[in-house]
């Protein structure tokens, strides 16, 4: 399996792309916007004019696109990846997206001898380049076992979550948990300038113990620089959590406190802040 097309070249597909090809795989692309593939191609990647041309001839198609409707564009009718990868093709959806659709990627690639697993991925931009990606997969198991070396070129934290789907709920389990994350370190930051504390000390304090968290060693630093970049755009975060609470919603699953921030989120989107990241969260306190 060294053939590999990826199809999406944002900010995580594009460091992905890169590892993949540090590890020996021949990789194709695809992006809607070429120009933002020109370094990779220059790099060594393939450029193909259509997701169905660069599923054509490969051993793996990896998928990580934008929402949900992008998936099923991605993957169904005739320009489709389903029906343009080869016999016995593995097909890897590593957007955040419904596990529904990962359900029917998988059944419908069945149908006709191919092999889908959802692999979304956490880590943010910083874990995509350096190769420590944590991948949550579902599918068959002996196929996300064959997978296994093209996932070890982009993460560290491999686990197989079960069925199709799997991956995906799994997925939003992480977003929920980063949801209070997130908004307890702003609170924390907000109540340190109310309380006059000097800020970074009060980070340095508490982040070695039981408060320490992945937002606080690595969202919070970026905060205080008042470096709002995106590792990952609010409006996709906005996009998961609206997954996610419906399926809670659907499961009969308590998520108060996620529904509150994904409100505050969608009030910094309606505000144009859309394109930021995530850790512009920070924004919501500073005009309270």
């Given amino acids: 399996m060294k053939n590999v097309g990826f199809i999406g070249a944002g ?45 054509k001839g490969q051993d793996v198609i990896i998928t990580i696109v934008g929402f949900p409707k992008d998936v099923e564009e991605t993957y169904f009718g005739e320009k489709g990846i389903i029906a343009n990868s080869e016999d016995n093709a593995i097909l890897i959806d590593m957007t955040t997206s419904s596990p529904k659709l990962a359900a029917k990627i998988y059944d419908e690639a069945k149908a006709v001898g191919k092999h889908a697993l959802d692999a979304p991925v956490s880590g943010g931009d910083s874990g995509a380049k350096a190769g420590t990606l944590s991948i949550m ?20 934290n491999i686990i197989y979550e079960g069925a199709a789907g799997c991956g995906q709920h799994t997925k939003m389990a992480n977003q929920i948990a980063l949801t209070g994350c997130i908004a307890g370190v702003c609170e924390a930051i907000t109540y340190a300038r109310k309380t006059g504390l000097d800020i970074q000390t009060m980070l340095d304090s508490i982040s070695a ?3 320490g968290s992945w937002q606080m060693s690595n969202m919070a630093p970026r905060m205080l620089k008042g470096d709002f970049d995106p590792g990952f755009f609010i409006k996709h975060y906005i996009k998961d959590m609206n997954i996610a609470t419906e399926e809670g919603r659907e499961a009969g699953a308590d998520l108060s406190i996620s529904e509150a921030v994904l409100a505050i989120y969608k009030d910094l989107e309606a505000k144009g802040l859309g394109d930021m990241g995530t850790q512009a969260l920070l924004k919501h306190y500073l005009d309270v």
């Fill in 11 to 55: 900010v995580m597909g594009k460091s992905m792309i890169r590892n993949l090809m540090k590890k020996g795989f021949q990789v194709t692309v695809y992006s809607r916007t070429k120009s933002k593939a020109e370094d990779i191609i220059a790099e060594g990647a393939i450029w193909r004019d259509s997701a169905a041309e660069c599923a």
């Fill in 137 to 156: 997969v579902g599918g068959d198991k002996e196929i996300f076992e064959k997978a296994m070396p093209v996932f070890e070129a982009m993460g560290t």
């Fill in 209 to 211: 113990g039981a408060a």
